[in-house]
């Protein structure tokens, strides 16, 4: 949804608590973390000698395998345009006498920073000593740093820790794990999980899958097989007559329209709901559909060390297009017939509406363009 070129993000559904299930802590065989843990010292260094590798000996007490998976940063990537709405941070070198910044989630917030800092924690795993008979595998770039296991994971090019935990699981049951454990504050890593369930168990039947989920009063353990048998393997929908419906109920549990259209234009005319607060139009539902389909295509590769993703040219921008495109906007006159100051309008809505895909229409607008120096 967009306003004066703004996009508006709405709010993310909620796990409920009722699917969640009661967890046993000895059975933990495997526990993978994305870890998000605020430094407490007064230094890189004292935080993974003091906090960081004591907590994953911890772990190590009552499991015998502990993963920790990294996300990775590529520039132009997809995720890009949603880590820039989060703002800059402040750029610091990281390395063992750098000082824990005062504003941490503002140094969380520059990409290098973190791409330094897990590289630091990496090689910290990779030269301590780990106690017999337990492993530890953190990611480090596209490797995989192992300790207390002759056992070595092979070079995987995911992007995000959302999908590579599934590679990391995958292995894990391959090595006889049955009991495991992803620790996790996102929603798209359960979503991941269930949607690769029945591949990851068709192998190995007897394999427990459990998310810790949330944090505070919000945490809970949620049981993915419990989760999976209820769902069922398949499912036939009306794809986006239900999907329609589906929206309409997330912005408006007590309303009985299907069509978004109608459902938006209630809500903001008679309960003056703000821009963030109402549903997308249809045409835009089905650019965020579309959007969302691109997205499955990746995770529905997370347990393969070498993903082979959909071509992103039929579904995202490329930033030479939108720069160009821009570009077009912004000059006082057009040279290409039928853009001039009212074509221009028309441009600048393509280029909004081109800002998460790309459509054929606007890829030929794109190609057949030669801007004025």
Same mark, same amino acid.
């Given at each position: 949804?967009? +306003?004066?070129?703004? !996009? ?6 909620? *796990?409920? &608590? =009722? $699917?969640?299930?009661?967890?046993? %802590? ?26 960081f590798i004591p907590h994953i000996?911890?772990?190590?007490? +009552?499991?015998?395998? !502990? ?6 940063? *590529?520039? &132009? =990537? $997809?995720?890009?345009?949603?880590? %820039? ?37 990496s090689d910290k795993v990779g ?32 992007e995000e820790a959302d999908t ?210």
């Open positions: 949804m967009t +306003s004066s070129g703004i !996009v508006h993000s709405g709010t993310n559904p909620v *796990i409920h &608590s =009722s $699917i969640q299930t009661e967890w046993k %802590e000895q059975e933990r065989g495997i526990e993978m973390l994305p870890l998000k843990v605020a430094l407490l010292k007064a230094g890189v260094n004292d935080y993974a000698n003091e906090v000996l911890k772990l190590l007490e +009552s499991c015998r395998r !502990v993963d920790v998976v990294w996300d990775s940063y *590529i520039a &132009s =990537s $997809i995720k890009e345009s949603t880590r %820039e709405k989060r703002g800059k941070g402040v750029r610091r070198k990281v390395g063992g006498p750098t000082k824990v910044p005062s504003n941490w989630p503002d140094f969380l917030r520059d990409p290098t920073n973190k791409e330094e800092l897990f590289q630091f924690l030269s301590s000593y780990w106690p017999d008979g337990k492993g530890v595998f953190i990611t480090s770039g596209t490797n995989v740093i192992s300790r207390g296991s002759d056992h070595s994971m092979p070079r995987c090019d995911h590579r935990i599934v590679v990391h699981l995958k292995d894990a049951l391959d090595k006889g794990c049955t009991n495991c454990l992803v620790r996790t504050v996102d929603t798209d890593v359960v979503a991941i999980l269930i949607g690769k369930y029945h591949s990851l168990t068709s192998q190995h039947q007897m394999a427990a899958i459990w998310v810790a989920f949330g944090t505070g009063k919000n945490f809970m353990y949620l049981d993915i097989n419990a989760i999976c048998h209820a769902l069922g393997k398949d499912s036939e929908l009306q794809a986006i007559q239900l999907l329609e419906r589906f929206t309409v109920i997330i912005y408006n549990k007590t309303s009985n329209l299907d069509s978004v259209n109608e459902a938006r234009r209630e809500l903001f005319s008679q309960k003056n709901r703000p821009m963030e607060k109402i549903p997308p139009t249809q045409e835009a539902l089905l650019q965020h559909t579309l959007r969302a389909v691109y997205q499955a295509g990746i995770w529905a590769t997370s347990d393969q060390c070498e993903q082979k993703p959909p071509t992103q040219r039929l579904w995202m921008d490329s930033r030479e297009c939108n720069e160009d495109l821009a570009s077009c906007v912004v000059q006082p006159a057009c040279s290409i017939s039928g853009l001039q100051r009212t074509g221009q309008a028309w441009l600048q809505k393509r280029h909004v509406r081109r800002t998460m895909l790309m459509q054929e229409g606007a890829v030929e607008v794109h190609r057949t363009m030669q801007l004025p120096m």
